[in-house]
């Protein structure tokens, strides 16, 4: 392949990026998402999307379900998931702002403005963790159709990419779209707080020690035992909505 023809590193991260928000099988030249990066970096959409695929091969968590991507992978495509895995905080970051360079904006969003007055170390890695954290939001609303699992709100802004263990707790699962759930506000906190569990064949189960009060029961109550809701491909894992029953059943 010639040099004028090879992916740049900032061209490589920015497709790992996309490759991280968009659900299996919207990898294709004609998603708007995949156009719109084509037009950013300089390539075509056939090309982005057979990048994309490129790492659909590498991804364990697809080869688990039997899903394979296209073959014939570059060594710097390679190279650059050895580095997601061995430091997917770091190298998202990284992709985020590649991104934001070409789109001439700041990484920081307008949200993040409690690092304005840090300096340093200690303002860059409260950056990367909003933007990651950031990241790790659009991951789970895209993979769940950003519908709340338990109601089915499908308004974003009242939507929260829900850690099913804490970002402080597991940092290997920090940025696993699998470690998340997409929840309302409201059923977040009660995630978070164990008012609200999710059993094996993902159903939703309220504590019993959850306050059975009319106005609350509406809300929280009345969702004991229902199925969780799926507008997209996305599923949480098990291991892990095990843990998370593990640490409130013990409490209990």
């Not at 992916?7 to 790992?16: I, M, S, V």
């Not at 990066?37 to 039997?66: H, K």
């Not at 710097?76 to 190298?91: H, I, K, N, Q």
């Not at 609200?196 to 159903?203: A, G, K, N, P, Q």
Request: hydrophobic share 45%; net charge neutral; aromatic share 6%.
């Amino acid at each position: 392949m010639a040099d004028s023809t090879k992916w740049t590193r900032e061209q490589n991260l920015a497709a790992l990026r996309l490759y991280r928000l968009l659900p299996f099988g919207r990898f294709h030249q004609r998603n708007p998402e995949v156009i719109a990066l084509a037009s950013l970096i300089g390539r075509t959409p056939s090309a982005v999307a057979m990048r994309l695929s490129n790492y659909a091969s590498l991804d364990p968590m697809l080869q688990e379900r039997g899903i394979k991507g296209l073959a014939g992978i570059s060594d710097d495509a390679r190279g650059l998931w050895r580095e997601f895995e061995a430091s997917p905080e770091d190298v998202l970051f990284e992709a985020e702002a590649a991104v934001a360079s070409m789109e001439a904006r700041p990484v920081e969003s307008a949200g993040d403005t409690d690092a304005v007055s840090l300096e340093g170390r200690e303002r860059e890695a409260s950056v990367k963790v909003r933007v990651n954290q950031r990241l790790f939001r659009e991951m789970v609303l895209n993979g769940y159709g950003s519908t709340c699992c338990v109601t089915g709100i499908d308004q974003p802004s009242l939507l929260v990419g829900s850690h099913i263990i804490p970002w402080a707790e597991d940092v290997a699962e920090r940025l696993n779209p699998r470690n998340g759930l997409c929840l309302n506000a409201l059923h977040d906190r009660a995630f978070e707080v164990g008012l609200m569990t999710v059993s094996d064949d993902l159903l939703v189960q309220v504590a019993p020690k959850a306050p059975r009060a009319p106005s609350l029961s509406r809300w929280l109550g009345e969702f004991d035992g229902a199925p969780l809701l799926f507008g997209g491909p996305l599923r949480p894992d098990a291991t892990l909505l095990a843990r998370h029953r593990a640490r409130f059943v013990a409490a209990r």
